[in-house]
């Protein structure tokens, strides 16, 4: 059968046809309106990118930017370092007494001859010398055992350095008519102790006259001399000889009945003849020497003068440390910092405080407890301790009128920002006198300036930048804060004075901003602070 088709479905499918043609003529007509608009849009940028780049080519680079925790441009005097993940356990080794023998003639003495130790890990640190009297076949069970002998024992001397072959010493301090026995303790820097062996190590006194005199002195002299009081005296022992001098210092006369209650200011070895004291006031002091021989005899010295009216005194704190520095070693801690000098007094030492805490020693209160060490060196090596551990020091100077320095701490937030900057190669000078500095800790926003009138950090203040040249070959940035290619720039931001609290963790945003060129967008976190002074962030 034959399908019919009506006039009104004909007309329907021509009307489609002639639509669907249209459409794709406005089609073609809007492709070709895309291309020509496109074309032109890109051959006008490429012109403008071309002007742009003919009149500037400028492209600036941070080299780096650290932040300074300090406000005052000091140093810290704390610092923190983790201890070795291994210590010195083995003792010292080799050690050994050679002989004892006595020697009759006047005075009476014995001599003790050894080799020292030998310490391949941490170094050998002292030697102790004990002396024990005793039934002989009592002395070989107790000189065999450390804690006998430290127990029953006493301590004749104690050794710090020239340890060697065939050291010797003269033990005075004897009787006739008595057996003695000697042990040696060496001591490593951590710590270890080793009895040291022995060929021979007892002797039996049979004769022989112990030295009973006691030294004599005189003091000449006490004088003013500058910010102290010079002791000069004369002093000597025809026995066993002198062995060591104390020197006492109080606001009444002295007496051998009231010299130990007076204040014991130094002991000085047996040729040292004159003495420099720094009293705490003004007023009248008086002085006093006790001369020691090697017998332990001692007497108070005689005085030609006494006493002295001081009128000037060093009362002022040396300054703080500088430089200071610690690093792992293999078994210590190691410890440096920079000299310090002090004017009035002189600086006597170093103290040195420790904690695992360090907020304990940022405090005033630290300096009412006794320092974990003095030294009067510009370097610690620090042999006690537990791996891993981190340990907290403060190292403060000490003159010697007593006087110490003050314990700087890092403060928690950066103080200072100081940028790093070039110029990238092939690129066109840049005129900081143009350059505005946009930066935002995400609760301030503040816009700096050049501050044109100096240089270096003194220039960076609440709405001003800082510049300072690093590296200027031409010259030109010294002179018209023009930066050429080839020259390296700090920028310094006050970010204290600014506003801005930089504390670990948070989001700084910073935008410098040429007044001709590609502006420099950074956003950057602030790093863990620990406790260096200058912090790498970025």
Not at 37 to 60: C, H
Not at 105 to 125: E, F, Q, R
Not at 329 to 344: S, T
Not at 454 to 460: D, L, R
């Amino acid at each position: 059968m034959k399908k019919l088709y009506h006039k009104e479905e004909g007309d329907i499918g021509i009307a489609t046809l002639i639509l669907f043609i249209a459409i794709i003529i406005v089609a073609a007509i809007a492709s070709s309106l895309i291309i020509y608009v496109g074309v032109t849009l890109r051959e006008q940028g490429e012109k403008v990118a071309s002007d742009a780049t003919t009149q500037i080519t400028s492209s600036l680079r941070i080299l780096n930017i650290l932040g300074d925790r300090d406000i005052n441009g000091e140093d810290p005097s704390v610092i923190g370092v983790k201890a070795p993940i291994r210590v010195d356990s083995e003792p010292p080794t080799g050690g050994v007494i050679l002989n004892v023998s006595v020697n009759n003639t006047d005075p009476l003495c014995v001599k003790i001859v050894w080799n020292s130790a030998i310490d391949t890990g941490s170094g050998l640190a002292r030697e102790e010398i004990y002396r024990i009297s005793g039934d002989p076949t009592t002395l070989q069970y107790v000189l065999q055992d450390i804690n006998f002998i430290k127990t029953m024992g006493s301590l004749v001397a104690v050794l710090t350095s020239g340890f060697g072959k065939n050291r010797e010493y003269l033990d005075y301090n004897v009787s006739s008519g008595n057996t003695y026995g000697y042990a040696i303790i060496g001591y490593d820097m951590a710590g270890n102790e080793e009895l040291y062996s022995a060929v021979n190590q007892t002797v039996t006194i049979t004769s022989g006259t112990k030295d009973t005199t006691a030294p004599s002195g005189n003091i000449d002299s006490i004088r003013q001399a500058g910010y102290g009081v010079l002791i000069s005296w004369t002093a000597s022992d025809s026995g066993s000889g002198l062995d060591y001098q104390k020197i006492y210092r109080s606001q009444s006369q002295i007496t051998s009945s009231n010299v130990n209650d007076s204040t014991l200011i130094a002991v000085v070895s047996a040729d040292v003849r004159a003495y420099m004291d720094y009293p705490p006031s003004t007023g009248t002091w008086y002085y006093a020497i006790v001369g020691y021989d090697k017998a332990g005899n001692y007497q108070l010295y005689t005085a030609t003068t006494d006493h002295i009216d001081v009128s000037t005194v060093d009362n002022a704190s040396p300054p703080n440390i500088e430089g200071l520095r610690g690093e792992t070693g293999q078994y210590c801690i190691h410890l440096e910092w920079k000299p310090v000098e002090d004017k009035e007094s002189g600086i006597k030492g170093y103290y040195i405080y420790r904690d695992t805490d360090y907020l304990k020693l940022t405090t005033p209160e630290v300096f009412n407890r006794k320092p974990y060490a003095f030294v009067n060196t510009t370097y610690f090596d620090d042999y006690s301790y537990m791996p891993y551990q981190t340990y907290y020091y403060a190292v403060v100077a000490v003159d010697n009128a007593s006087n110490h320095g003050e314990i700087v701490a890092p403060q928690n937030s950066i103080q200072i920002l100081q940028i790093k900057l070039s110029l990238g190669p092939g690129s066109k000078p840049v005129d900081f006198n143009t350059v505005i500095v946009e930066l935002t800790d995400g609760k301030i926003d503040v816009s700096l300036k050049l501050n044109s009138s100096g240089f270096g950090v003194q220039a960076a203040d609440a709405t001003h930048y800082g510049m300072e040249a690093l590296n200027d070959p031409t010259g030109e940035f010294t002179q018209s804060y023009i930066l050429d290619e080839g020259a390296v720039v700090l920028m310094y931001i006050n970010a204290r004075k600014v506003g801005l609290t930089l504390t670990p963790q948070t989001k700084l945003t910073m935008k410098i901003i040429p007044g001709m060129g590609v502006p420099i967008y950074k956003v950057i976190n602030i790093p863990s602070i620990m406790l260096n002074r200058y912090v790498q962030i970025y």
